[in-house]
């Protein structure tokens, strides 16, 4: 074996219950992409299992792939394309979401036999997707012919608790669900909190949190919010590898392309076959592997299918044993939030990019 990333369900049984209980409301597990790449199918299930209420996917691929799989929870699709197969996806009972009056359009003429159950995506002020201009010009007209299920909006700053924008969106949220309570929807699902939102900003949690990254046991930003221990969550994902090869190499060895650093003394070198087609980040620099004997930086650039750690002329290391490269941090390894603030990114990134030549591993981690 080369590379696994070991998936704890019972880990993310662990958040979604704690975040379901603190929320008080219906949850919705977020597993578009690859269900952040901890494997869509087995994450589902763990969530559903725990008390998540409804899936939510970004494509309707995505969802295709939940009921093909035999899931007969409630899907919500956010990021339907135009010209989408929505007969079938009215078929097969999924939920869509309509931004535009052209998306209702072609949703309303698609629901012939059954209606569509649509969830209306508004715009508060992130300025991407959902109704914006047109939200004055819906009327009931729009949506007599199909099932109007709920409302929602996302946030752009929930990871900056205090910021006068989520006051301003939570506002117009709710002049938004007023309108439609004018026009006699009363009874419909209303959601606007993802993961920053549920731990941290009650008043928004209305009938059902959206909950991603919190689900996997990530902090939505460790620098405002605290990091996954503080926030009572259990990472769900470690990602480790067989050193490939290990070897004595002299002090002042340029290493790998570029030659942008070089050995500062006599050392070993262990290198790792994992590289940026596997999700590791080129520009990672501060990170590496941990092992029994403790941390390894990397040295020099991360290449397409490997990179290289520092193990100190004393380590005992061999090929073929087992390192980690990220993980929940107890033991003191480095953890996604680490390999995000090493690579400019975010540990959303990191675990969604993690590639498909990385098996993944439903068992509890092992060190
Ligand atoms: C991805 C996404 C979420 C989840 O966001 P997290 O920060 O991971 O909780 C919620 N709602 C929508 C619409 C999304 O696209």
């Known amino acids: 074996m080369r590379a696994e990333a070991i998936v704890d369900l019972s880990a993310i049984k662990h958040n979604v219950e704690s975040l379901k209980k603190s929320a008080g409301t219906k949850l919705l597990a977020v597993v578009k992409a690859d269900a952040y790449g901890h494997g869509l199918i087995p994450v589902a299930k763990a969530a559903l299992s725990a008390g998540a209420d409804y899936l939510g996917v970004a494509l309707l691929e995505e969802a295709f792939a ?3 799989a035999g ?3 409630p899907i919500l699709a956010w990021l339907v394309q135009p010209g ?4 079938k996806a009215i078929e097969l009972d999924i939920e869509l979401a309509a931004a535009s009056l052209k998306a209702l359009g072609e949703i309303s003429a698609a629901s ?4 569509a159950k649509v969830h209306l995506e508004v715009d508060t002020g992130m300025t991407r997707g959902g109704f914006l201009n047109e939200w004055d010009q819906l009327s009931s007209e729009h949506l007599s012919n199909i099932e109007l299920i709920g409302i929602f909006s996302h946030f752009a700053r929930a990871d900056e608790p205090g910021e006068k924008q989520n006051i301003d969106q ?11 309570h004018s026009l006699g929807f009363t009874n419909i699902i209303r959601h606007l909190s993802n993961s920053a939102a549920t731990l941290k900003d009650e008043a928004s949690s209305f009938d059902m949190v959206r909950t991603g990254i919190a689900m996997y046991g990530l902090s939505p930003d460790v620098k405002t919010l605290g990091n996954s221990k503080s926030l009572g969550l259990r990472p769900a994902m470690q990602l480790r590898a067989a050193l490939y090869l290990v070897k004595e190499v002299p ?5 790998g392309y570029g030659a942008t650093e070089s050995t500062p003394r006599d050392t070993k070198l262990g290198i790792v076959a994992m590289g940026y087609a596997d999700g590791i980040p080129r520009i990672a620099h501060d990170a590496g592997i941990w092992s029994s004997s403790g941390k390894s930086p990397i040295i020099g650039r991360v290449s397409m299918d490997q990179f290289v750690v520092d193990l100190g002329p004393d380590s005992k290391l061999q090929s073929g044993d087992w390192v980690v490269i990220f993980g929940n941090g107890s033991h003191g390894e480095y953890t ?6 090493a690579s400019g990114s975010i540990n959303y990134e990191i675990v969604t990019r993690i590639g ?5 591993i439903y068992s509890a981690h092992v060190y």
């Open 66 to 68: 939940l009921r093909e």
């Open 71 to 73: 899931i007969e929870a």
């Open 84 to 87: 989408s197969d929505f007969k």
């Open 112 to 115: 012939v036999g059954k209606k």
């Open 170 to 180: 939570l506002n117009r949220f709710t002049q938004a669900v007023d309108k439609l």
């Open 251 to 255: 002090a002042n060895s340029p290493v």
């Open 336 to 341: 996604a939030d680490d390999w995000g603030a």
């Open 356 to 360: 498909p030549r990385v098996p993944r």
